[in-house]
């Protein structure tokens, strides 16, 4: 009986491991689900049918973004893989869960957004947001698993989440209408009293979800107003809640 449960003890972890080593050679390896790479500078990208040249423009537009981040590194490579008939979008929003795009170790996945190469859009639930800003926020990301590397990265890092997601909200809209912090914080407040919905519109027309507009606004304060670098803003352990007041106390004093 014994020998029995040991036997298949041993199968059910040899199955385990199996499974475990072919989806992880998938996930890292996205040209075994795709017809075609292109590599054009340092990005690969993965694609089925011909890649779209307005693809490209907002792809070299988000990349000309990322380059004023602290931690750009001109000499990492990027994989982009466009959800065009290959499988591999769906197996990477089956592993890490449904967003509008997906982004761990060097990799940016066009999974559940829907994406609109003419007019610079991405449609995800119903909302439309600006396609080359969330491009280069995912690719900061990318930026900042490069710095940190597995174990400091979130999630296992467990930075708090208004510096992770503030960091690429900042530097991928610093160029837009609404980078602004003043104005920013104006704009905030308003859409707070007057709609509430949990997203915001911005002056382009496309939208952000309230909570990540927060979540820039708090970092743009930091980096911009109190002079914090992103690294030593990741290290500082004053809590959301004082920088939050503090911000707002700036706020105020700005428009007395």
């Known amino acids: ?44 990208i993965y694609h089925n049918k011909p890649i779209n040249k307005n693809f490209l423009l907002i792809l070299e537009q988000s990349n000309s973004i990322i380059k004023s981040s602290e931690i750009y590194d001109k000499d990492l490579k990027m994989d982009i893989c466009l959800k065009d ?5 769906g197996l990477i929003e089956m592993v890490f869960g449904r967003d509008l795009m997906s982004c761990f170790y060097n990799k940016v996945v066009f999974t559940s957004g829907e994406p609109n190469f003419y007019n610079n859009s991405i449609k995800f639930d119903g909302h439309i947001l600006n396609l ?9 990301h990318c ?41 920013g ?16 519109t911005l002056t382009d027309g496309t939208e952000i979800l309230v909570t990540y507009f927060k979540y820039r606004l708090l970092t743009q304060y930091c980096l911009e107003i109190k002079k914090l670098e992103f690294v030593k803003l990741l290290e500082d352990t004053t809590s959301e809640e004082i920088v939050t007041q503090e911000m707002l106390n700036w706020y105020n004093n700005q428009i007395k």
């Open 85 to 89: 008939g290959s499988k591999y979008p």
């Open 132 to 140: 080359k800003e969330m491009l280069a926020h995912a690719q900061v």
């Open 1 to 44: 009986m014994k020998r029995q449960f040991k036997k298949w003890t041993f199968r059910i972890l040899f199955t385990g491991l199996l499974i475990f080593g072919l989806l992880t050679m998938f996930i890292l390896s996205p040209i075994l689900l795709y017809a075609h790479k292109t590599v054009i500078g340092n990005y690969s």
């Open 185 to 200: 914080l104006k704009t905030l407040f308003y859409n707070e009293q007057i709609k509430n919905t949990g997203w915001l």
């Open 143 to 183: 930026l900042e698993f490069n710095h940190y590397g597995l174990w400091k990265s979130n999630p296992i890092g467990n930075y708090p989440k208004w510096k992770w997601e503030g960091y690429p909200e900042y530097i991928g809209r610093q160029k837009s209408y609404d980078s602004n912090l003043k104005e």
